[in-house]
Every structure is written in C-alpha cells, then in structure tokens.
C-alpha cells in the first residue's frame, strides 16, 4: 500500500519537478486546490491581522518577491543554478512566500510598510539577475515576447476606458497577457511544447495564437464569478493579487529561460 502510494506521488508530482514533463490532471487538481486554500489562509490569516491594506501599494510591494522566485526558477532551466525543489515549480512558490511574510509582518510591527518588503524583494531579485544577465545567451525571445505583450495589451486599455471594471483587475490582465506573449514566443517560434495538460490538448489543435481568446475567456469568467463568490472586496481583491502572481511569475521565468537556452 505504501509502495504504491510512494509510486504514485513519484510519477505525478516528484518526477513532473525534475523531468520537465509538466502538468498532469493529479497534480493540476492538488495544485488548484492548495492555490484556493492558500489564498484563503494567507488573506483571513496573514493580511487581516497585520493589517495590511489590499491595494495598489501591496502589488508593488510583493512584485520585487515574485520577479526573484520566477527568474531563480528560470536560472535552474538555463543551467545557472542547480536543481532543487525549493527553486523548482511548485515548490517555488512556497520558497517566495516563506521570504516575504517576515518582511510584511517586519513592516507591519514597525510601521514601515512597505519599505522593508520592497527592499528584501528588490535585493533578491538584483541578484538573480545579475545572473540572468551575465548568462544570457540572446535577447532575440525577451524582445519578441515585448513586442506581443505591448499589441495584446492596446485592447485591454481601450476596453478599460469605455466599460470600467476594477482598477486593481487590470494587473492580474496584464500580467497575464505577458505570460501569454511569452508562451506564444515559445511555441510558436522557438518549438517548446505547453507543459499544462488542457492548453497543451488546445494548442495541439488550434495553435499557439489560441491563448489569446482563451486566457481573456478565463479571466473574464473569473472576474465575474468573483464578484458573486466573495462578497468582501478586500478578500476579493486579493483574489486579484493573488491571480497576477500566478500569471506574472511566468511571464517572467519564460523568457528568461529562453534568453539563457537560445542563441541567436
């Protein structure tokens, strides 16, 4: 029973880290669930008491965090950095949040928010960086992946100025545009292959241009599903916050692994 029990978790969730094979319908679900879970705890447990305003200032204050976890993870793919769970997908994740909730609770204590936060982030990132950088092979995909970003994001501005939605929606908007932009890059001209199992069946049959109708699909369904399921504003725009991570940690770790793998 153990045997098989260990069997299963290798070959869903351990070896997906390593092998690069991606996501499958085990550890997709398990991942949401704790995505959902963990959104919930850190807003009642973690926010609410220290504080701490959701706004536009927490955006900014957590983005440095997110930037430094998604090129770490980038760095691995490139061969800077060693493999290790905790700078892997997802345990990345867990690495970003254990770092920046000292640092919130710090500013919270002293009053300073969110200057500490932002430092500690900004720190970290600097020196991922500074690696990204001394290790990049071509910025070719970085400015194809700009270039579609700034075009997907002409219709987005002009949507906002005639139908108003939430101001804070339009980052978790943004940021995944830019992860979109990224991906497009990457599949489309460079080969790499959807690791998530539902877009990688979509793509397959329509093409990588097919994320754009998708994933503005999504968010629109999402938005408004929130307005329905979490009456508090605050609770909700944290759901925000918490959507632009998921979208811009890629958006960034993408083209980062592209510049490190691709020259010329």
């Known amino acids: 029973m153990l045997e098989s029990l260990w069997n299963f978790?290798?070959?869903?969730?351990?070896?997906?880290?390593?092998?690069r094979s991606g996501y499958n319908a085990y550890n997709t679900f398990v991942y949401a669930f704790l995505f959902g879970f963990g959104v919930v705890c850190s807003y009642r447990y973690i926010i609410k008491p220290l504080k701490i305003k959701v706004d536009e200032k927490l955006f900014w204050a957590v983005t440095p965090m997110v930037i430094f976890g998604a090129t770490a993870r980038a760095l691995v793919d490139g061969g800077v950095l060693p493999e290790n769970p905790w700078i892997l997908t997802p345990g990345i994740f867990f690495t970003a949040f254990f770092l920046i909730v000292p640092a919130?609770?710090?500013?919270?204590?002293?009053?300073?928010?969110?200057r500490i936060t932002v430092t500690w982030g900004l720190v970290l990132a600097l020196g991922v960086n500074y690696l990204l950088v001394t290790n990049v092979k071509s910025w070719r995909p970085y400015e194809l992946t700009l270039l579609h970003?700034?075009?997907?994001?002409?219709?987005?501005f002009v949507i906002y100025k005639y139908r108003s939605f939430d101001r804070l929606?339009?980052?978790?908007i943004l940021a995944?545009?830019?992860?979109?932009?990224?991906?497009?890059?990457?599949?489309?001209f460079y080969g790499y292959r959807e690791v998530h199992w539902l877009e990688n069946i979509l793509v397959g049959h329509f093409g990588a241009y097919f994320y754009?109708?998708?994933?503005?699909?999504?968010?629109?369904?999402v938005y408004y599903g929130l307005q329905k399921l979490v009456p508090d504003e605050e609770e909700r725009r944290?759901?925000?916050?918490?959507?632009?991570?998921?979208?811009?940690?890629?958006?960034?770790?993408?083209p980062a692994q592209m510049v490190l793998q691709i020259a010329g």
């Open 104 to 114: 919130l609770a710090v500013d919270a204590k002293l009053k300073t928010y969110p």
């Open 169 to 172: 929606y339009l980052y978790p």
């Open 176 to 188: 995944h545009l830019y992860d979109m932009g990224s991906t497009v890059v990457a599949i489309h």
């Open 212 to 221: 754009y109708p998708w994933i503005a699909f999504i968010l629109v369904i």
């Open 149 to 156: 970003t700034f075009v997907s994001w002409i219709p987005v």
């Open 238 to 254: 944290f759901w925000y916050l918490a959507i632009y991570i998921l979208g811009l940690g890629p958006a960034i770790r993408d």
């Open 9 to 19: 978790i290798n070959q869903y969730f351990w070896e997906p880290m390593f092998t």
